[in-house]
């Protein structure tokens, strides 16, 4: 064979090589944006330790509960030793026999503890929403980090109108009872349909809706 030929078989070798590498580390290792894409269109499953499924199909500015179409909605990230988070239970408690069919909360229960713990505790502080493991719902959490910015400051409140969209991204203790908030959005469902982009009804985390 000619040193010429030799050459470019070498080449075409190495040509093959460096693709095959390519195709099985996007394959294996690589985070791939087109894979990605599939996941985020599909219904992401929030898993309750009650033994219940909510299909949530997001959007910008929106989270959609299949489940739980219709009606307000407090979404949670909490903690059980979290004293704040502890503060607000009762709350919640007491807005969900008010309200009844027309409100629901989810909350997910963000220190780690387990599914026995967390069942335990439901039942010790009676607890009548719905709770939900966070470390089996890490793809949530990381959404909500790479979207809205959370930085795992807890309690965290999102309010959902009936269509699902965000009037409220609340992070942190507020001094503001959850019942005025609840209030306020009740207020704002009421109201005209809203430009959540435009609309000065949106509430932010850094707003206080008593000024």
């Given amino acids: ?53 909510f299909h949530l199909s997001i959007n910008p500015n929106q989270i959609k509960i299949a489940e739980l179409e219709g009606k307000i909605i407090f979404l949670k990230v909490f903690g059980w030793d979290c004293n704040y988070c502890e503060k607000e239970i009762p709350e919640l408690i007491k807005l969900k026999n008010k309200f009844k069919g027309a409100f629901e909360t989810i909350a997910l229960e963000y220190q780690h503890h387990s ?17 939900v493991n966070g470390d089996e719902h890490q793809d949530f959490l990381t959404y909500l980090e790479k979207e809205y910015k959370w930085k795992g400051v807890i309690p965290l ?8 969209q965000i009037l409220a991204f609340e992070v942190g203790y ?5 019942t005025s908030l609840l209030q306020r959005s009740l207020q704002i469902c009421t109201a005209k349909a809203i430009d959540l982009n435009q609309s000065k009804e949106y509430i932010s985390h850094e707003e206080n809706i008593n000024k």
């Fill in 157 to 164: 409140t999102i309010v959902l109108n009936a269509n699902g």
């Fill in 115 to 131: 599914n026995h713990k967390n069942l335990e505790l439901i039942k010790e502080k009676g607890i009548n929403y719905h709770l």
């Fill in 1 to 53: 064979m000619k040193i010429k030929e030799l050459l470019t078989l070498k080449i075409v070798l190495i040509i093959t090589l460096l693709a095959l590498a390519t195709s099985l580390y996007f394959t294996f290792f690589s985070p791939n944006i087109f894979h990605k894409k599939i996941e985020r269109d599909k219904p992401l499953i929030l898993r309750t330790v009650q033994g219940r499924e």
């Fill in 174 to 178: 507020k001094s503001y009872s959850l």
